[in-house]
């Protein structure tokens, strides 16, 4: 069993900043790739950033250099830093992780969500 316990969301104004947090724990071997995906109401889900084993990091255009995707692997943590926030962003952040159990199984594991609200 492994889990995603995320954190962090909240009701923030324009322009503001959010740090979302998201832990893996349980029978873990190792975790192969980390993201954090987002949905807003209407939309798909979509990918926000992702980062690999070796600190490769993906953006999607439209947060690229306001967003910026970070992990401590002592901690099995995964960070989102969110500044510059705008109308648009409010979503349903979630947090993905593709680990290697310890019986060596490959799954791919979601966060429950946490809401960020940009409203003035």
Do not use: H
Not at 39 to 46: D, F, I, L, T, Y
Not at 56 to 70: E, K, L, Q
């Amino acid at each position: 069993q492994v889990q995603l316990v995320e954190s962090g969301g909240g009701l923030v104004q324009p322009g503001g900043s959010l740090r979302l947090s998201c832990a893996a724990s349980g029978s873990i071997f190792s975790i192969n790739a980390l993201g954090w995906y987002r949905q807003a109401p209407g939309n798909k889900r979509e990918l926000v950033a992702s980062i690999t084993t070796s600190g490769g990091t993906n953006y999607a255009d439209s947060v690229m250099g306001r967003f910026t995707i970070s992990k401590d692997n002592a901690k099995n943590t995964v960070y989102l830093q969110m500044n510059s926030l705008k109308f648009e962003d409010t979503a349903v952040y979630y947090c993905n992780a593709r680990i290697t159990t310890l019986a060596f199984k490959y799954l791919e594991v979601w966060g429950q969500g946490t809401l960020v609200t940009v409203s003035s």
